[in-house]
């Protein structure tokens, strides 16, 4: 029987915008989604993450709920703005302090900790006064804050992910204008994807020139694309639309270049490097991280039907990829309208395998979301054990039978948790959080989740 590698690492994902509220204690200063919680209609039903999960003051008991899981790692974000509350100034020591309870509270307990550096609460300071990622400022000023991480923190943690899904913060947030800071542009996305990039690319040569030990990546998000027909249409559709999606961000940092196809659709759109930011940015990533949710069939002409609306999800400006997506009918569909398809997981892990030439490879997320009503509905999570179930079977094979390099999957995520624009609405945690008491209920799929790491473990070679 084939089996997961040993040292394969099983882990739980969160972030902290998403988790842990306290979104003023101890001197932390405003991020763009704290601001942009505030604009009226902006959130389903008006949420806000102020106090979210609690986790800033309950991260001991969240501590426990990561261990007695049985998974050896937990990844999480750090918060810029408790950590420079502006952004660029002052250092404050509380935020420091903070995260160095939870890190140290994690080795305690046997989990290594995966710390992300940006998922997507940019300070507001730095939006409002310097424009955000459509700045250069900003970028040099997430080189600093990076290195105040590495130097606070890189003598316990040694696994290092820059950014977390690039193509949200330029495509949702200055493409459609559907979360932070909402703009809306055929150009901006460009423009943020190029200075996200650059901002890695500064920050993992301060970590490299530095003493620090470990590695460090990147988490790019991506749905898989499956020619819906056997043309050469079809299948360069396909192809040049995972381009568009994980390529536009994930080829800088490998190639050092952007890939070809959006240089020839995209002409001055699409920003230049310089030769020597080009250098920099190639092999600038020791391991590539993927966050992964769905899959869609893909061809050049509209399907007849079942066809999914253009511009969702459709990666890149869906205007500037000469593209289709549908679904199959038969595929289950999650609460956020994503079809369940175990086999696009597998086959997207081969594509970034083979294009990446055997690069390393973390699932830094995938996972699922349940609408429920009440408690005892939502831990009876019967889809989310089967989509955990099935999900990590694709992996095995991807693992085991084709050969791909991976080395660790985190499931999104721990608890439930403020899901962005979509408030509280949509659980996607292996815990129930009840919102007005901040009770935490492990689901159904928390134990699955659990079996199936032992189970991983008990038949290691
Ligand atoms: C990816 C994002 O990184 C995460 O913050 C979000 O909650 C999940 N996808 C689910 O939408």
């Known amino acids: 029987m084939k089996v997961f590698p040993k040292d394969f690492t099983w882990g739980v994902a969160t972030s902290a915008h998403q988790i842990e509220g306290a979104h003023t204690a101890d001197g932390k200063g405003p991020s763009t989604w704290d601001a942009y919680c505030q604009i009226p209609g902006k959130i389903n039903n008006g949420d806000t993450s102020a106090i979210a999960c609690d986790h800033y003051n309950r991260y001991a008991e969240d501590i426990k709920l990561i261990s007695d899981l049985g998974v050896t790692a937990y990844r999480f974000s750090i918060c810029w703005s408790r950590i420079l509350p502006d952004g660029k ?16 509270g994690l080795i305690a307990k046997g989990v290594t900790p995966y710390v992300t550096l940006y998922h ?16 250069e400022t900003t970028v040099q000023a997430f080189a600093r804050y990076a290195e105040i991480c590495f130097q606070a923190f890189g003598d316990r943690v040694k696994h290092w992910m820059t950014f977390n899904e690039n193509w949200c913060t330029a495509v949702l947030g200055h493409g459609t204008g559907v979360f932070a800071p909402g703009r809306v542009s055929q150009t901006e996305p460009y423009l943020v994807g190029h200075n996200l990039l650059l901002a890695h690319a500064y920050a993992v040569k301060k970590f490299r020139t530095g003493s620090y030990q470990g590695v460090i990546g990147i988490a790019n998000n991506c749905d898989f694309r499956e020619p819906l027909s056997n043309s050469p249409e079809d299948i360069a559709a396909a192809q040049e639309s995972l381009e568009f999606f994980y390529g536009w961000l994930t080829d ?6 952007y890939p070809a196809i959006m240089r020839e659709r995209l002409g001055t759109r699409l920003p230049e490097f310089t030769a020597e930011e080009s250098e920099l940015l190639k092999g600038s990533a020791d391991f590539l991280g993927l966050n992964h949710y769905t899959t869609h069939y893909a061809s050049r002409q509209a399907p007849a039907q079942n066809a999914v609306a253009p511009g969702d999800g459709n990666g890149g400006m869906s205007e500037d990829q000469h593209l289709y997506l549908s679904s199959d009918p038969a595929w289950p569909v999650t609460s956020m309208g994503w079809f369940v398809v175990p086999w696009g997981f597998r086959k997207m892990l081969n594509w970034i395998h083979q294009r990446y030439n055997g690069l390393p490879i973390y699932v830094t997320e995938n996972g699922t979301a349940i609408t429920a009503n009440g408690v005892d509905e939502a831990i009876d999570d019967q889809e989310r054990a089967y989509f955990v179930s099935e999900y990590t079977q694709a992996l095995k094979q991807a693992v085991t039978e084709d050969g791909v390099n991976v080395q660790g999957y985190f499931a999104w995520t721990l608890m439930d948790n403020f899901e962005w624009c979509q408030g509280y609405n949509m659980r996607f945690g292996l815990i129930y959080c009840d919102f007005d008491s901040l009770k935490r209920t492990p689901k159904t799929s928390y134990y699955a989740y659990q079996s199936i790491i032992n189970e991983s473990r008990n038949s290691t070679q």
């Not at 997507?120 to 700045?135: C, F, R, V």
């Open 252 to 257: 800088p940092v490998v190639f050092g270049h």
């Open 120 to 135: 997507w609460d940019l300070p507001l300071a730095l939006q409002m006064e310097n424009d955000g990622w459509l700045s």
């Open 89 to 104: 100034g002052v250092i404050n020591q509380a935020g420091i302090d903070f995260y160095n309870r939870l890190i140290d």
